[in-house]
């Protein structure tokens, strides 16, 4: 018989047909999920990390091995330790729950310690903390244990490093017992419909219930379930809502080809249907080229990537907070001359050297142009609290900032950006002799990924040299894709 996890449950509660799939089918389930991602690794390393901190707030704790059987639990607790570390239950109804923390109380009874990541409580359909706790506590009772408190442990926000971190001053414990009271009956109807559904042999595997939701809410097996859903569906029209789907779903459209002329779409949707339908690029030509010949000499594009990490690394900075360790500037002059500047850390430190070096390339002049620029003038000023020395220059670059990706929201659209704005999209399609498919480095995420094993992991397996260098290519890429297409907009 199936076992129900916490993390089961939770997936059940978001949807309950990929938790079928994931367990009825996980071979077909795994093609259309693919592997597990560096950046799901990266967040199960954090969660590690941040209960290696939560021990120390229990000194007399015992850590029970990885994957110790409920039967190890029940010998520990038989032995008379009052504090264990991932205690495991087995339910008879085959509910499974492995607990952060458990301390027996002097009346005998327990009480429950979640630990999290994040730094407050999360109660929303993807991440609810209280339902994961009402669920341990539900798994823990059947086995006969009483559990009398509940808490949770997470990073507390208003946490900065400086020097050693201490777990009394990083983590804080909220006790949930009241609102675990308040909603335990109504999650426990929903613990038994999640074990009922397991037993189900079959689904509708046809179709899913995000049929009529937009793209943002399918998961990776939304095609799957909705194998029929042709290329260019109206799913792919940007930030289309899901009461339109379902208008053009009830008039029988999937298809962007077959939207009606007179369906009510806003200026950029209705070019974007233009544009498949037609197979053609609809560009507002002159609107671009006023906007960017406004912008003044010298061009300097810019790209940042970023670290973050619940646990800090660096002084100065707080769980989950963002730090710049690496720009490219491409610098184009009006006579079309392009200079190049990159700057790449190595060490965990604050970008200090990085703005020196970066202000004496581009000095106080010109404009800057990002792609997405609310990322880097958030950024910039996040820097301008930590490295207050360089307010005036982070000051001018926000002050002078283009959004070259606002062109693409809707002066020009092309059928083959599928709806994005992304520049890995864009690129290949205007840019076809530029791409991002031969660098080692694909997107931001592996590049923080990479960037953060390269500084913290003392068992490193890549090679130092090489993979610096994989990282200066992908960054350069960036911006020197930005120049390319600016070059190609105000080309003839
Ligand atoms: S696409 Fe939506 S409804 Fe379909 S399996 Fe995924 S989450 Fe569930």
Redesign the pocket.
């Known amino acids: 018989m199936k076992q129900l996890t916490k993390t089961d449950f939770i997936q059940y509660l978001?949807?309950?047909?990929?938790l079928w799939?994931a367990k009825n089918k996980p071979v077909e389930a795994s093609q259309f999920i693919g592997e597990f991602s560096l950046f799901l690794e990266k967040i199960a390393q954090e969660g590690y990390e941040v209960e290696g901190y939560a021990k120390k707030l229990f000194p007399n704790g015992k850590d029970l091995p990885d994957n110790a059987s409920p039967k190890g639990t029940k010998d520990a607790l038989n032995s008379g330790q009052k504090v264990l570390f991932q205690a495991s239950f087995l339910s008879e109804s085959k509910a499974f729950a492995r607990v952060d923390v458990l301390e027996k109380l002097d009346d005998n009874s327990f009480h429950l310690y979640e630990v999290k990541s994040s730094t407050s409580i999360k109660t929303d359909k993807k991440h609810n903390h209280l339902k994961d706790a009402c669920f341990q506590k539900y798994v823990l009772e059947e086995c006969g244990l009483k559990v009398s408190k509940v808490s949770i442990i997470h990073l507390n926000p208003s946490f900065k490093k400086e020097g050693v971190i201490k777990a009394q001053r990083l983590l804080t414990i909220q006790d949930v017992t009241e609102f675990i009271s308040e909603m335990y009956s109504s999650t426990l109807a929903e613990i038994n419909s999640a074990l009922k559904y397991l037993k189900t042999t079959s689904i509708n595997e046809s179709q899913?219930?995000?049929?009529s939701?937009t793209r943002s809410?399918?998961?990776?097996?939304?095609f799957?379930?909705?194998s029929d859903i042709p290329e260019y569906s109206i799913y792919e029209i940007a930030r289309i809502s899901a009461k339109k789907i379902q208008q053009l779903l009830d008039l029988g459209v999937v298809q962007i080809a077959d939207v009606p002329e007179d369906f009510d779409l806003n200026t950029r949707q209705r070019r974007q249907v233009e544009s498949v339908k037609d197979q053609k690029i609809v560009f507002n030509k002159s609107g671009v080229r006023n906007t960017l010949s406004a912008l003044s000499f010298p061009l300097h594009f810019v790209d940042y990537e970023t670290f973050a990490s619940a646990i800090p690394k660096t002084d100065g900075l707080g769980p989950h907070r963002q730090m710049v360790f690496q720009v490219s500037v491409h610098t184009l002059l009006e006579n079309g001359q392009l200079t190049h500047f990159e700057w790449l850390g190595d060490q965990m430190e604050l970008p200090v050297d990085m703005l020196a070096k970066m202000q004496e390339f581009t000095e106080l002049s010109g404009t800057f142009v990002s792609w997405n620029a609310p990322f880097e003038m958030g950024r910039n000023s996040e820097m301008m609290r930590l490295i207050p020395q360089f307010e005036n220059y982070l000051k001018y670059m926000n002050g002078h900032m283009y959004d070259l990706m606002e062109v693409f929201k809707q002066d020009y659209v092309d059928y083959r950006f599928r709806g994005s704005t992304s520049i890995k999209k864009v690129l290949p399609v205007v840019c076809p002799e530029f791409s991002y498919s031969d660098l080692k480095i694909q997107d931001g995420g592996m590049a923080l990924d990479t960037w953060g094993r390269l500084m913290l992991d003392a068992n490193f397996l890549g090679d130092p040299q090489e993979t610096r260098k994989n990282l200066l290519d992908y960054c350069r890429l960036d911006t020197l894709a930005m120049v390319e297409i600016y070059r190609y907009l105000m080309g003839d």
């Open positions: 978001r949807c309950p047909e990929s799939l899913c219930s995000c049929r939701k809410n399918h998961c990776d097996t939304f799957y379930f909705n």
